[in-house]
């Protein structure tokens, strides 16, 4: 702590008073009565020594005025006349005897165990916030107490603020002190009194000691009095003359910025910050007026401190049940939207798989349709005598082993062959028979219908009305139609390589029944088609393979409509598994002749062949041939599809058997507009929760104004009574 002094004695006094000090071993005098026990300190006009009064046994304190020749007994008369005032004051020393007459004079009073604040700080540095505005509270009080008896101190500093037993600040120490009536100046210590009480012609003033015990404050929460820097105090000790400190002082308290500092020691505190910064205020207009405002402030910040906790959950509680409420919206609305659209989409399932089992019903007599019509066809008397014309011809067998090897299609030395062949009255009347054949009202739609000898060579076509010479008389025993798996071998397969033999001929693999072939690539047009085909037999002879092709989308017909539609897959194993054979867009860029090359490799993904519901992204794929079709965009995005396996009768017509075809329906349904009123009810539930989330949000901020005004009015009554305490501080002084 800084030496804190009382101003108004000289250096020459201070060091004359100590000098005595030492040289004195024993009390200055005796008092009846009272017993001296030892020296508790030395003050500016004499020594306070510890007594026991010998009647009630109550240890006091005894105040020698020693220094007669700079004791002003005016002085010592005021302070007598103010402490006999106070003597039902228990924030004040008590005072309890005089010794006027006395050589030196003498106050006996009451004796304070705990030393002073000055003690406490030296041996503390700085105390805690709690225990500092406690003190800070009391010695407000004893200064309202004080002030209501028309006295000011002039003089607070913590060397005049005495502890006791319970650690309650009492003060001590009037000898500075005036009555509001008073116009004399009183200087007090240097740091701890106002700027303008450093003036010879100051009046006193109630503020005077507001601004102190705002210096007490601020010293109890950071170990030193403000102003305290070193530079400035080694100005104010070079200063000789008493006038030259005062205005020193002043200068640098007027010129001070406190308020950092005070924010600092006040620990984010505002509230408080604000209080001490009003205390410490250079302009006594800006000060608090009297102890009573103080004390209101403070009592204010209690209440706000107070109503802080209930505040904040008031504010916060609201807040947090808004945002669960909005968690646990946001979790069920999901919840809600994940199980619906799950719900929606096994139904739709289960629907569209319903709808493809009709739809597949309808592909199957269909289908039923092309394989009665080749079984007719095989059965028919012209075909097989024809056939059994040319097995017997000897042109025909001399070169009937090289043209059905594959290799030879491309070999332009048996081009020769072909075209003498074409001529042949077996393939002239075979060919006039498949006119007859595809001119019938009861023939299904077809690209092409063909034989073979039993070799796989084709012997006879016809093409809507032509013949198309280019491919006859060449081996298609490679393809899936002749050799009966559900994919077409290569042409250059080792099984081929030199001459075949008649035995390597007959024991070719070949169709043993009704067969729907892989989709292949025309020879003809370069159209993908598939082939319905059966053998041509007579008793045991292998006479040859009957054949009706269709192009690939134009042999079953669906109901289709914008959002649902129906389509026809190969989902039998093989290169081939998942393409597309028919489909209402396909179609549609089919009767448009708008068909570009890669629309029929559009495969269907494998995983949505193994489900009999799914959903599919983009059935046709995203083909850049397809993308740019007009009208492709309609049949993107996602679909819930149910899919149903196409059966068909295989075999004589009178002995027909019902067998999975290996191609299968899906009946798909815009996922969006399965899902559209799902989407619209969810959407108007969201915008009900919505709207009753800023009706509460709005109710909330509503209870929180209401709350605030309430608070301010609070203020405002705070604000009166304040009003009315200065009114009271003014009247004191």
Request: glycine share 6%; aromatic share 8%; charged share 25%.
């Amino acid at each position: 702590m800084i030496d804190d002094s009382t101003l108004s004695q000289s250096d020459d006094e201070r060091a004359d008073a100590s000098q005595r000090s030492l040289e004195r071993k024993g009390p200055p005098a005796t008092i009846p009565g009272y017993e001296l026990e030892y020296r508790i300190g030395n003050g500016a006009y004499g020594e306070v020594w510890a007594a026991l009064d010998k009647t009630t046994g109550r240890r006091v304190a005894v105040k020698f005025y020693t220094h007669r020749g700079g004791v002003d007994m005016a002085m010592l008369a005021r302070e007598v006349e103010k402490l006999a005032r106070l003597s039902a004051v228990r924030y004040v020393i008590q005072l309890l005897d005089v010794g006027w007459n006395a050589s030196p004079p003498y106050f006996v009073m009451d004796y304070i165990e705990n030393g002073s604040l000055e003690d406490l700080l030296r041996e503390q540095g700085t105390l805690p916030k709690g225990q500092a505005l406690e003190i800070f509270r009391e010695v407000l009080a004893g200064l309202m107490h004080l002030h209501n008896k028309g006295i000011l101190h002039c003089d607070l500093k913590p060397g005049n603020v005495l502890l006791d037993t319970d650690l309650k600040p009492r003060l001590a120490d009037f000898g500075q002190s005036r009555l509001s009536s008073e116009a004399s100046p009183a200087l007090g210590t240097m740091l701890y009194m106002a700027p303008e009480q450093a003036d010879l012609n100051a009046v006193p003033d109630v503020r005077w000691d507001i601004y102190s015990a705002g210096v007490l404050l601020y010293c109890m929460l950071s170990g030193q009095p403000p102003h305290a820097d070193a530079p400035w105090l080694k100005t104010l000790q070079d200063a000789t003359r008493l006038e030259q400190r005062l205005e020193i002082y002043r200068r640098h308290v007027s010129d001070g910025n406190l308020s950092k500092s005070i924010r600092t020691i006040c620990q984010g505190d505002t509230s408080l910050a604000e209080i001490l910064e009003q205390c410490l205020a250079t302009t006594p207009s800006r000060r608090f007026q009297s102890a009573e405002s103080v004390l209101l402030a403070l009592k204010q910040r209690e209440v706000q401190h107070a109503r802080r906790p209930l505040l904040i959950l008031g504010m916060v509680a609201p807040l947090l049940l808004l945002a669960v409420m909005l968690f646990f919206f946001s979790f069920m609305y999901r919840q809600a939207r994940e199980d619906t659209a799950a719900a929606i989409e096994r139904k739709a399932g289960e629907k569209n798989q319903w709808a493809a089992k009709l739809a597949a019903t309808s592909a199957t007599t269909q289908l039923d349709r092309y394989c009665q019509f080749v079984v007719r066809m095989s059965e028919d008397p012209v075909v097989r005598e024809q056939l059994r014309q040319l097995l017997s011809d000897p042109d025909y067998q001399q070169v009937a082993a090289d043209l059905a090897n594959p290799k030879n299609n491309a070999d332009p030395k048996w081009d020769a062959t072909r075209a003498r062949l074409s001529q042949h009255p077996v393939t002239e009347r075979l060919s006039q028979w498949l006119l007859d054949y595809y001119s019938d009202a009861e023939s299904p739609p077809s690209a092409s219908l063909f034989v073979t000898d039993p070799y796989g060579t084709q012997v006879a076509n016809r093409f809507l009305q032509d013949v198309s010479t280019e491919i006859l008389w060449k081996s298609f025993a490679y393809r899936s139609y002749y050799n009966g798996t559900n994919r077409d071998y290569a042409v250059e397969s080792g099984a081929d390589d030199g001459p075949l033999s008649s035995h390597d001929l007959t024991q070719r693999q070949r169709i043993q029944g009704v067969h729907i072939s892989a989709v292949f690539p025309s020879t003809a047009n370069g159209h993908w088609k598939i082939a319905f085909t059966t053998p041509i037999r007579v008793d045991d002879a292998y006479l040859g393979v009957v054949a009706i092709t269709v192009d690939m989308g134009a042999f079953v017909e669906f109901e289709n409509g914008v959002y649902q539609y129906a389509f026809l897959v190969d989902a039998r194993p093989g290169a081939n598994q998942g393409t597309i054979l028919e489909h209402p867009f396909i179609s549609d860029l089919a009767s448009r002749g708008l068909i570009p090359d890669d629309i029929f490799r559009a495969r269907l993904a494998p995983e949505a062949l193994s489900e009999v519901t799914a959903v599919i992204q983009d059935p046709l794929g995203q083909r850049q041939a397809l993308a740019s079709s007009a009208g492709h965009e309609a049949y993107q995005g996602r679909w819930i599809a149910g899919s149903a396996p196409v059966n068909c009768h295989f075999g004589e017509l009178d002995k027909a058997q019902l067998r999975d075809s290996g191609l299968r329906v899906f009946a798909v349904e815009s996922y969006a507009d399965a899902m559209r009123p799902s989407e619209q009810l969810s959407d108007a539930l969201l915008r009900l929760v919505t709207w009753l989330l800023l009706t509460l949000f709005a109710v909330f901020i509503a209870l929180v104004m209401f709350a605030m005004r309430s608070i301010r009015q609070a203020e405002a009554r705070l604000q009166v009574r304040d009003a009315v305490a200065t009114e009271v501080g003014s009247t004191a002084r």
